[in-house]
Structures are given as structure tokens and as C-alpha cells.
């Protein structure tokens, strides 16, 4: 693999493949390999930047849930919702099973 200096070479990314246990065709090597180059060369340009006194963080931006305030209002009435069920028992809305009673 490469040592951050070197670019990525065609072995790497055929060793990675084996690794990974991908069968990858030639045109497919090739192409990886310019893409993971970039990606390591984006990486490296990352890397270098001087984040000293910038903390760290888990998003770029504040976030907060947007969430309605709970409150108390009317519902539907219980028996009125099991009268327009397809079959109720004892209060409850009844079924098919669906897992072995066993």
C-alpha cells in the first residue's frame, strides 16, 4: 500500500480486491485506481489543513429536533373504533397469528 507519499498503484488496488474478495475486471482496476488516488489525494489535502484551535465536531452545522410540544387533546372513541373493525375481541382489535404457538 502506499506510504502517503506514493500514489496508489494498480497492485493495491488489486491486493485490496483480493482482500475484499472482488472479482474485478481490468477496466475496473483501472478505474479504481484513478478514483482512489483522488480520493487519497483529497484526503491528504485534508490531512494538511492547520485545524489547531477549531473543535471538533459531529456535524457543520447546529442541529435540534423539531418536535411539536406534547399536549392533552381529544382521541378517538374506543368502541367506535372497534365497531368499524373487521373483527374485535374483548377491546382489542383480533388478528391473524402470525407467529408459531409453539
Given amino acids: 500500500m502506499t506510504d502517503g507519499s506514493a500514489p496508489i498503484t494498480r497492485a493495491d488496488v488489486e491486493h485490496v480486491a483480493r482482500l475484499a474478495r472482488l472479482a474485478l475486471t481490468d477496466a475496473e482496476v483501472e478505474r479504481l485506481t484513478a478514483d482512489l488516488a483522488a480520493v487519497l489525494d483529497h484526503a491528504a489535502d485534508v490531512a494538511a489543513l492547520d485545524l489547531d484551535g477549531v473543535p471538533p465536531t459531529a456535524h457543520p452545522l447546529p442541529l435540534r429536533?423539531?418536535?411539536?410540544?406534547?399536549?392533552?387533546?381529544?382521541?378517538?372513541?374506543?368502541?367506535e373504533v372497534l365497531a368499524a373493525a373487521?373483527?374485535?375481541?374483548d377491546g382489542r382489535f383480533r388478528v391473524p397469528r402470525i407467529l408459531d404457538p409453539s
Fill in 86 to 89: 373487521p373483527v374485535a375481541e
Fill in 65 to 79: 429536533n423539531v418536535l411539536r410540544d406534547d399536549a392533552v387533546r381529544p382521541s378517538l372513541d374506543r368502541d
